[in-house]
């Protein structure tokens, strides 16, 4: 030793891996070095269960575990391979996570589909149901039941019930005394007399005006007629109230009236 480091002055040796597993080497440094003090390293101060044999077998291991890669004393080829086993585990380890996020995805993916699926059948299967409890009609059925719908709809065209909400705003103010509704092919006429008694002329010529202002109001297909039948020596308004269509009727026609 004294010969390879003999411009280095050694006060203490440290002794530590296989060679200090083994006593004699440490007494035979001893004797052939007196002047040398020689210690043995005993690393069991940080790691517990382990013996003291195995400690000193991975001392260089261990200890090159707790200091920077430039204090290793390990070959470089078995630095190179443990570099290359780390890249390896980071590369293994990102495969797997990249594994798993796509077996993720596409389990996600798959499992949309069977919901998908699901209720594809289940609409298939109502509809199925839908269908089995549906009448089923013939051609002719189908068009004698169209015939039917266009008749109604052609005759209930001008039907009294339906004039009688336009005509709502007159029957608030008096009730008519007689209603005569007529059809004569494409003509539709109705005719309502209205009459009332007063006590006062005053009363009589502000419901005069109310009624005749509402009757302005109204706002009705067929063409209006009203003539005027007020007495007033006796106080008693009267009025008849003519509804009828062209003959043709395509659009609402003006409303015509005239007053006696």
């Known amino acids: 030793v004294r010969q390879q480091f003999r411009n280095i002055r050694l006060n203490r040796l440290y002794i530590g891996g296989s060679l200090a597993i083994d006593h004699l080497v440490a007494e035979q440094l ?14 069991n101060s940080f790691i517990r269960g382990i013996g003291y044999e195995n400690l000193q ?3 260089l291991s261990l200890g090159s575990y707790f200091v920077p890669k430039k204090y290793h004393f ?10 290359s086993t780390l890249l390896s585990k980071i590369s293994l380890a990102a495969s797997a996570l990249f594994l798993a996020t796509t077996a993720y995805m596409s389990l996600d993916v798959i499992q949309n589909y069977l919901n998908s699926i699901d209720r594809y059948e289940s609409i ?9 409890r549906t009448d089923t009609y013939s051609i002719a059925e189908l068009q004698e039941k169209l015939n039917y719908l266009n008749s109604s709809q052609k005759y209930s065209r001008y039907h009294p019930s339906d004039l009688f909400i336009d005509l709502a705003p007159l029957f608030e103010l008096v009730k008519p005394q007689n209603i005569d509704w ?8 109705m005719e309502l007399d209205f009459k009332k ?3 006062t002329l005053e009363s009589l010529y502000t419901f005069e005006n109310l009624f005749y202002k509402r009757e302005r109001e109204i706002e009705t297909q ?3 007629t009203i003539n005027s039948n007020t007495d ?3 106080k008693i308004f009267g009025a008849t109230l003519l509804l009828q269509n062209s003959q043709e009727p395509q659009e609402a026609a003006p409303r015509q009236r005239r007053r006696r």
Not at 182 to 189: A, D, L, P
């Open 222 to 224: 067929l063409i209006s």
């Open 74 to 83: 390990l070959p470089s080829f078995i630095l190179g391979a443990r570099t």
């Open 182 to 189: 007529k059809r004569n092919g494409e003509t539709v006429s």
């Open 197 to 199: 008694e007063f006590e």
């Open 232 to 234: 007033y020596t006796k």
């Open 57 to 59: 077998e991975y001392l």
């Open 30 to 43: 001893e004797i052939a070095m007196p002047k040398l003090s020689i210690a043995v390293l005993y690393p």
């Open 124 to 132: 298939k299967q109502r509809l199925v149901d839908m269908a089995e």
